[in-house]
């Protein structure tokens, strides 16, 4: 019986020692002087995750690591009533950076340990973001925040963008701009961002745009793909769609088959006609890359 109880109190602070593991790392408290956030966030090894907090501080990160683990440098500054946050994390020292680079193109038997940042943004004031990611994976929940620009590039991390809850985003977004290099990009519920402009650059890897649900406005999608893979999701056929594309004989591009060619490298749905409204309407030029387009 005694020994039962120990192990069941041993067993309560190994897990009270495993929650203690993730800890507050930075915080940028709330000031009446700003009234936006602009928040230039570097990562270039682990997972980050990017989630809403109905706390008012504009910024809270934690991680399951201590700061002396890894190298930073932090600045925040108000600036025309303007909080702008600069934030840049190096996880790992080069000798790891090889070695998941090493596990990522060759395999291997033990995966490398994989350290997290948590970054909450608050749901109160609009912010800019713009986020690098090198190695590693990337989570960006935006439902419920007011995002007025967003910029994301990614080296080699592989990145997902959603609106977990389905909330779209509170005020009109200016540009989503994304840049793909060797890694990958995943962005959903785009019908959800607001965006009039979307902007997509993809070079040796892989990027999912998914227009599958009805959108509430008319987004215009320039894009270019160099070696790598776009696909596109489109939405249900009462939703106007124009495309335009300007190929090589070294690419290859897939339509689907609600798109019917109205003029020389110009393909439409039977939706769509000069005066439509909420048309989504792309732009895009492939060099030795593929382009695919599918139904919703």
């Known amino acids: 019986m005694w020994r039962a109880v120990i192990l069941i109190f041993v067993g309560k602070l190994v ?3 495993s929650l203690a593991q993730v800890k507050k790392q ?7 002087l700003c009234n936006k956030v602009e928040l230039c966030l570097k990562a270039k090894t682990g997972n980050c995750f990017i989630r809403p907090s109905q706390n008012n501080e504009l910024l809270n990160i934690y991680s399951n690591q201590d700061l002396e683990e890894y190298s930073h440098s932090f600045s925040n500054e108000i600036k025309d009533k303007t909080c702008i946050v600069k934030l840049a994390l190096d996880q790992e020292s ?5 070695r998941k680079i090493s596990y990522h193109v060759f395999g291997g038997g033990e995966r490398p340990n994989e350290k997290f940042w948590k ?3 608050t749901e109160d004031l609009p912010y800019s973001l713009d986020l690098d990611y090198g190695l590693g994976n990337a989570n960006i929940d935006l439902a419920g925040l007011s995002v007025s620009k967003l910029k994301i590039n990614t080296g080699s991390a592989d990145v ?9 985003n509170k005020v009109d977004m200016d540009t989503f701009f994304i840049k793909v290099d060797m890694g990958s990009l995943t962005a959903r519920q785009l019908n959800l961002t607001r965006s009039k402009y979307l902007l997509a650059d993809v070079g040796f890897g892989n990027m999912l745009l998914d227009f599958s649900d009805k959108p509430t406005m008319g ?5 270019s793909v160099g070696a790598g893979n776009l696909i596109i999701y489109l939405p249900a056929n009462e939703v106007p769609v124009v495309v335009r594309i300007s190929d090589s004989w070294l690419c290859s591009v897939h339509l689907s088959h609600s798109l019917k060619k109205i003029g ?7 939706a769509y006609s000069k005066h439509a409204k909420d048309a989504l309407t792309f732009d895009l030029d492939v060099s030795m890359g593929k382009i695919v387009f599918k139904e919703h």
Request: aromatic share 10%; charged share 30%; net charge negative.
């Open 15 to 17: 897990g009270l020692d």
């Open 26 to 32: 930075f915080t940028v408290e709330k000031n009446e």
């Open 219 to 223: 987004h215009k999608i320039k894009g």
């Open 264 to 270: 020389d490298n110009t393909f439409a749905n039977a």
């Open 119 to 121: 970054v909450y943004l």
């Open 160 to 168: 997902n963008v959603s609106y977990s809850t389905g909330e779209k």
């Open 94 to 98: 080069e000798r790891g950076v090889g």
